[in-house]
């Protein structure tokens, strides 16, 4: 996309909201009030709010290169401490998305350099899986499988943050981990239940 489009194209989108409902951007320049952390892939193919039917305001949203959870990464923290303690939410969504780039690149020899502290994460979790990882010989759904151990490792990191816990002992906040399909757009929930039901 050019970038000089974007003017036009945001022109016409504030023509089109207002035009279909006048108050739309006075609602929207209110206090948000989100019932759900989301952290998932920066993958520009992958746009939570539409997969998930969601309107502004009702999801507050993380996003870095293959969906990773770090306690020790000043990003995310600041995402899930915000998200947990100042915004309230109920739920914190671990969403990773099968066909990511991130995973492949683990999966196969690739080397990329400057993102490998970053990767070092998502290898962890290649190793601790990596029998299983080995005995699936079709390529795509070894890819897809190792999609699923991230996030349920994710979530698991999720627990090393003690606002999280704190927030689930107090108000039952809960962790979910989903993946998302590219191939037919629909959610899959991996069943992983941390917090009250």
């Known amino acids: 996309m050019n970038p000089d489009r974007i003017f036009e194209k945001n022109a016409y989108w504030?023509?089109?909201?207002l035009s279909a409902d006048p108050g739309?951007?006075?609602?929207?320049?209110?206090?948000?009030?989100?019932?759900?952390?989301?952290?998932?892939?920066?993958d520009s193919r992958v746009m939570p709010?539409?997969?998930?039917?969601?309107?502004?305001?009702?999801v507050f949203v993380h996003r870095?290169?293959?969906?990773?959870?770090?306690?020790?990464?000043?990003?995310?923290?600041?995402?899930?401490?915000?998200?947990?303690?100042h915004l309230k939410v109920g739920h914190i969504v671990v969403c990773g998305h099968y066909d990511c780039g991130a995973v492949k690149a683990v999966l196969g020899?690739?080397?990329?350099?400057?993102?490998?502290?970053?990767l070092q994460r998502l290898r962890t979790v290649?190793?601790?899986?990596?029998?299983?990882?080995?005995?699936?010989?079709?390529?795509?759904?070894?890819?897809?499988?190792?999609?699923e151990f991230s996030v349920h490792a994710q979530c698991a990191n999720i627990l090393a943050f003690s606002e999280v816990q704190k927030s689930m002992a107090e108000t039952g906040l809960q962790v979910h981990g989903w993946v998302f399909d590219l191939r037919n757009g629909l959610i899959k929930d991996l069943a992983v239940a941390l917090g009250r039901g």
């Open 14 to 17: 504030i023509k089109r909201k």
């Open 126 to 147: 290649r190793q601790r899986h990596e029998t299983e990882l080995e005995s699936i010989p079709d390529t795509t759904d070894r890819c897809d499988s190792m999609v």
């Open 109 to 118: 020899a690739d080397d990329l350099g400057p993102l490998e502290p970053w």
């Open 49 to 58: 709010e539409a997969f998930m039917g969601a309107g502004p305001g009702e």
């Open 64 to 85: 870095n290169v293959g969906n990773l959870v770090s306690p020790a990464d000043p990003n995310t923290r600041s995402a899930v401490i915000y998200g947990v303690e």
């Open 24 to 42: 739309y951007l006075e609602r929207l320049s209110r206090q948000q009030r989100p019932g759900i952390l989301y952290i998932g892939c920066s």
